[in-house]
């Protein structure tokens, strides 16, 4: 393990990060952290929980000036996830003097433009806030130097490709860029190249979507029973926990009965008026709620180290959010357990899942010694639904399996355009799906 004083950090970034308790770099880190710092442009992939903030954030801070306009860009794909990425990088550069703004829907225009007003350096955005304050004329990105895409797959998907080449299309050409996710399917790679310099590639575990350290198990039963099996799971978890649904609707409704059974259960989706938001997020990150019912909005980069369990209560129908939903727990090195409910009708999307994870896999139907009875013999077999005509996701630019992602494939499919409804467009912001 290298020690952060090896990487060619200076003294006032090292201060910060020894505050924050880091010893020791982390593989991306010590792998990204020089080769940005000698302006060379990054791809990094990791797995969920290995320190890609800070893989990218600290080189960012060591190379940009106070007090010389708008330098650094972070672009993330949720409010939530910005604010998370600009209080890390806050806590990081309190030594620099470096003031960052997060610039996200939702808030009120006034506040942000009074933190752009006393003079920012970095910003770390949602592409839709961003791009009103481009067109209004308060943010400009002349100076911007750095640029990072933090999870990089999702931002240069359909939902946001058109807002990123807008932003990237007012910003200098000479600019060292770079882009992190846990997940880099091959399309994204190549799509890369066309926004990049040469880059030095760092896929540390891209063929291991595993969900490595992570106990997984599943549980085939009926949809009417997955509550009663909620509530069994959730009795010996002694740390949090994060319960994924599949709307909003049902996220609301197993954060009521949950609420009903005395649980401290928060809840997070689309339609919810930001303050709510950030009340939620609030809560269950110090810890005042126990549990985070949430749509896919909270799948991607949220990082509360206490989560101990990630519970599954529909299957994803996208594959590599199965992957990040999980990376919710063990992070930074810590284990943590992950149970998907499969109901029937899900059988055929859950194979698809399953045949990607490398790692041995609970079956708690034989277990729990549990039997499923599906009527229908059709529904056990793997959805086609993925593959053929049916699919109206439109994602298929290096074609193949993973063909389907990003984008759930019954949404969505022509939506792409810009609309004037600010963030609300995208997968993860305002009034999506989820
Ligand atoms: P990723 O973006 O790869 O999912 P994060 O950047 O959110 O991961 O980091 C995951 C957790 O690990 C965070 O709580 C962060 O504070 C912690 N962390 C990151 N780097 C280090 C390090 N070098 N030593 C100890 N903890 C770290
Ligand atoms: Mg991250």
Not at 388 to 403: L, P, T
Request: charged share 25%; glycine share 10%.
């Amino acid at each position: 393990m290298t020690k952060f004083q090896d990487l060619g950090l200076s003294d006032d970034v090292l201060k910060g990060i020894t505050e924050q308790g880091f010893e020791e770099a982390f593989p991306i880190q010590e792998a990204a952290i020089p080769v940005l710092l000698s302006g060379r442009d990054v791809v990094g992939q990791a797995h969920t929980g290995s320190g890609k903030t800070a893989a990218f954030a600290l080189s960012m801070l060591q190379e940009i000036q106070p007090k010389k306009g708008i330098q650094g860009l972070v672009m993330a794909p949720t409010r939530e996830l910005a604010m998370q990425i600009a209080d890390e990088i806050k806590k990081f550069g309190k030594y620099t003097g470096l003031k960052v703004a997060t610039i996200y829907g939702g808030q009120g225009m006034g506040i942000q433009l009074d933190t752009l007003h006393r003079g920012v350096e970095i910003l770390v955005a949602t592409p839709g806030r961003l791009i009103d304050h481009l067109k209004r004329g308060s943010i400009e990105l002349r100076d911007i130097s750095h640029i990072v895409l933090d999870e990089a797959d999702t931002m240069l998907d359909m939902g946001f490709i058109d807002d990123i080449q807008f932003i990237l299309d007012l910003a200098p050409e000479n600019r060292v860029m770079s882009l992190f996710s846990a997940t880099m399917p091959t399309q994204i790679l190549r799509l890369s190249e066309d926004y990049l310099n040469n880059p030095k590639q760092f896929l540390l575990d891209a063929d291991d979507l595993s969900g490595e350290g992570i106990d997984q198990s599943f549980l085939v039963i009926k949809d009417r029973d997955k509550f009663k099996y909620l509530l069994d799971f959730l009795k010996p978890v002694k740390g949090q926990c994060i319960v994924f649904c599949s709307t909003k609707y049902r996220t609301r409704d197993v954060q009521k009965f949950l609420h009903q059974e005395k649980y401290d259960a928060v809840a997070i989706e689309g339609d919810m008026s930001q303050h709510r938001r950030e009340q939620s997020m609030a809560k269950f990150r110090n810890g005042k709620a126990d549990i985070l019912v949430a749509t896919d909005i909270a799948s991607r980069g949220i990082d509360v180290p206490r989560v101990e369990l990630v519970v599954n209560y529909d299957v994803p129908n996208v594959e590599m959010v199965y992957f990040h939903r999980i990376g919710r727990t063990a992070r930074a090195g810590a284990e943590g357990k992950a149970v998907t409910f499969v109901s029937y009708s899900s059988v055929g999307d859950w194979n698809l899942i399953k045949r990607q994870i490398k790692v041995p896999i609970k079956d708690l139907n034989q277990e729990m010694g549990i039997q499923i009875s599906i009527p229908d013999p059709l529904k056990r077999q793997t959805s086609s639904r993925r593959y053929g005509g049916q699919s109206r996701s439109g994602y298929s630019r290096g074609g193949g399996r993973s063909g389907g992602y990003g984008r759930s494939r019954d949404d969505r499919g022509g939506s792409r355009k810009r609309t004037d409804d600010k963030d609300n467009r995208n997968s993860y912001g305002g009034r999506s799906r989820w």
